[in-house]
């Protein structure tokens, strides 16, 4: 299947076992496979899923939406946080204290010196919310 690029007047030869295709939709399925492939690249490096477990489509779906889930929980941490620690090392924090009780924001936000208490009542209580 050849294709001449108008602008330049080069031409491409597409191998492709569908002729019944243009070479321009060919063009477009490798540009969309080339799509998936970069999403399956980061999910690799950034959620840390090295493989799939299930063998359904529901089940891939839901390990990817659970890893997504905890990648931005991790991140807001990180947003929210005082301490500048990588999403890495959080998630190395999270791993080691999951099943500690303690308070994960005296952890990431230390405070230097306690606040001026001026015998005042507390209105709100965020749990110490930074």
């Known amino acids: 299947m050849h294709y001449r690029d108008p602008e330049i007047g080069k ?14 939709a060919v063009a477009d399925l490798y540009r969309q496979r080339w799509q998936i492939e970069t999403f399956f690249r980061w999910i ?3 959620l840390k899923i090295k493989t799939f477990y299930a063998t359904s489509e529901n ?25 500048g620690w990588s999403i890495l090392e959080l998630s190395r924090l999270v791993q080691n204290l999951i099943m500690d009780r303690c308070n994960l ?9 306690d606040p001026a ?3 005042q009542l507390t209105l709100f209580n965020f749990g110490g919310v930074c």
């Open 59 to 83: 089940g891939v779906l839901i390990q990817i939406w659970t890893a997504m889930i905890a990648y931005l929980l991790l991140l807001w941490i990180k947003l929210r946080s005082r301490v």
């Open 11 to 24: 031409e491409y030869v597409f191998l492709t076992n569908l002729p019944d295709l243009l070479a321009l």
């Open 105 to 113: 924001w005296a952890l990431l936000c230390p405070r230097t010196s």
């Open 117 to 119: 208490d001026h015998d």
């Open 44 to 46: 690799k490096r950034n």
